[in-house]
């Protein structure tokens, strides 16, 4: 009798289980520090409230990170472009910046990912470009060096300055030359070290360039007829982000690569912008940022893959002049795209908690339920109770 409740019970945590490991995709933010914010201490005070648990710290100073330690929030830390050509041509400046961002607080503060350079094609400088993949290797070896194999090193791309097309996705391919020279060698290294793809992928760019796109496609409001269809494939699309995100995963397959994580370092949408464009908003703003959290914390991934993207960081906290990462793209277009008033207060209500959870659990509990019963009137009838 109670061999049988034991197995009843074991069963049924089987089937509990195997119905909530779907892992979602990790909702991360992008947050620069500046003297007129508030303190870090209470930055991440406010973060964990949010139940934001991932950081990407474009301008990772020493004492931001040290306040990060022992909070259980991952970090994505970035290497300045300045940095790529003494980095690639010796690795002790690669140990140097590590002894300064990683070896003093590792593993206190909860180091994951670190991008050597950011959106480097974007001033078509081809000799940064030449640099990329040597420097990223030497800042592998040097964690290597000391031990740390946990940390996944890898580079951020703009989507626009990678991709052929997004149209249809699965026609999409890396462009040449950068193709051949750098993103080949980096998918191999990145396949050799087990890293991540890092990639900045604005719908709202793409968009704004395609007239026939509507603003509901790239806003994340789903309806029935809303979508477009991949001509190649027949694959459905309900969202611009998705088919994005599936074009970078089709061109790394092409490539060669199809299992390589996708990170996506930067998203989101604009509150403002200094030309008065329309969709430049708080409500488009909102729309977006929930859409997007709903939307990966789902669990439901993307058409071409399952999983979806690993992480995603939106873009960003609070309003900054981010001229560090942005360089030349800095004209005053990306000073509006934070969620938060300096004062911490949301511009607009975003649940971050939210979504996920939610939605697959409506979608997984009537199953676990009646297999659960399923099993109970089996085992029940076996042991000739009914
Ligand atoms: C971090 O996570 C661990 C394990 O989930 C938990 O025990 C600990 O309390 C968390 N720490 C903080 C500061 O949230
Ligand atoms: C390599 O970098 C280290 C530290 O920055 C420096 O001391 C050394 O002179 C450099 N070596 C070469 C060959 O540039
Ligand atoms: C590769 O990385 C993933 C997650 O980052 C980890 O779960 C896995 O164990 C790693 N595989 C190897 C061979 O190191
Ligand atoms: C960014 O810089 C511009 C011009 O330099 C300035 O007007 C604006 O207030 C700055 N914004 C922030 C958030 O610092
Ligand atoms: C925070 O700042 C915003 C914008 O300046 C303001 O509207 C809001 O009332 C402030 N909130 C608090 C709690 O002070």
Not at 80 to 86: F, R, V
Not at 110 to 121: D, Q
Not at 163 to 188: C, G, H, Y
Not at 222 to 247: I, P, Q
């Amino acid at each position: 009798m109670s061999t049988s409740l034991y197995i009843i019970t074991f069963i049924s945590l089987i089937l509990f289980l195997s119905s909530t490991t779907t892992t979602a995709t990790t909702i991360g933010v992008t947050y620069i520090p500046s003297p007129a914010l508030p303190p870090p201490e209470q930055v991440i005070a406010n973060l964990i409230s949010l139940k934001i648990t991932a950081v990407r710290l474009p301008v990772p100073n020493p004492n931001i990170i040290r306040a990060f330690s022992y909070t259980n929030i991952s970090l994505f830390l970035v290497i300045p472009n300045s940095l790529i050509p003494s980095i690639s041509a010796n690795r002790s400046a690669a140990a140097l910046w590590l002894y300064d961002h990683v070896i003093p607080f590792y593993p206190r503060a909860h180091i994951t990912a670190i991008s050597v350079g950011t959106h480097v094609l974007a001033n078509g400088d081809v000799t940064a470009a030449d640099q990329l993949v040597p420097a990223i290797r030497n800042v592998y070896r040097s964690l290597n060096d000391i031990g740390i194999k946990q940390i996944t090193v890898s580079t951020t791309f703009s989507f626009v300055n990678i991709m052929t097309t997004s149209f249809p996705p699965s026609s999409a391919e890396f462009q040449q030359p950068v193709d051949n020279f750098v993103i080949k060698p980096l998918l191999d290294l990145l396949t050799e070290t087990n890293s991540s793809f890092f990639v900045s992928l604005y719908p709202y760019f793409v968009y704004k360039l395609r007239a026939e796109i509507p603003i509901g496609f790239a806003l994340f409001q789903e309806h029935a007829y809303n979508f477009r269809e991949d001509t190649v494939t027949g694959v459905r699309y309900r969202n611009l982000f998705d088919l994005m995100v599936d074009a970078v995963i089709a061109a790394m397959a092409v490539a060669g690569h199809e299992n390589i994580p996708v990170v996506v370092a930067e998203t989101g949408w604009p509150c403002f912008d200094s030309n008065h464009e329309v969709e430049a908003r708080d409500v488009y703003a909102r729309m977006y940022l929930q859409g997007l959290v709903n939307h990966v914390r789902s669990g439901k991934g993307t058409p071409l893959r399952k999983e979806g993207p690993s992480e995603v960081y939106i873009y960003e906290m609070f309003d900054t002049n981010d001229t560090e990462t942005k360089g030349l793209q800095s004209d005053g277009a990306w000073q509006n795209w934070g969620f938060c008033y300096p004062n911490m207060s949301m511009k607009f209500g975003i649940d971050f908690s939210n979504g996920g959870s939610g939605v697959r659990e409506a979608e997984v509990k009537p199953l676990t339920v009646v297999c659960v019963l399923l099993v109970y009137f089996i085992v029940l009838k076996r042991l000739g109770f009914i």
